[in-house]
């Protein structure tokens, strides 16, 4: 199982959000962790670092999805950041991080 080496950690299924990337490939986020995007050449989920966005704030992403070649990510702080070729074009405060109740932006 890809996620075995999570074992230190408790989570649930609400923690975990995984979608195909604009890039055609899987990412997932799993909340306290960060994202991965999964690697075909090493068959395992490989940690995303993306130009422009704090490595901490990438831990709080509770949503992802992609459209017409983007790729947007929602923060547990109401921010939705969007990515290209892995580098933040641009990041907007949807809501205040405490209005933030039900998390599912992307379908």
Request: glycine share 8%; with cysteine.
């Amino acid at each position: 199982m890809y996620l075995d080496s999570l074992n230190d950690i408790p989570f649930l299924e609400y923690d975990i959000r995984a979608r195909i990337g604009s890039d055609s490939s899987v990412w997932v986020s799993l909340t306290g962790k960060g994202i991965s995007r999964y690697s075909y050449e090493t068959d395992q989920f490989i940690p995303v670092h993306l130009q422009g966005l704090d490595a901490y704030w990438l831990t709080s992403v509770v949503d992802l999805g992609q459209r017409d070649g983007l790729q947007y990510l929602l923060g547990r702080d109401g921010k939705l950041a969007c990515t290209v070729n892995d580098r933040l074009v641009f990041s907007k405060q949807l809501i205040d991080e405490h209005e933030l109740t039900f998390i599912n932006l992307f379908m």
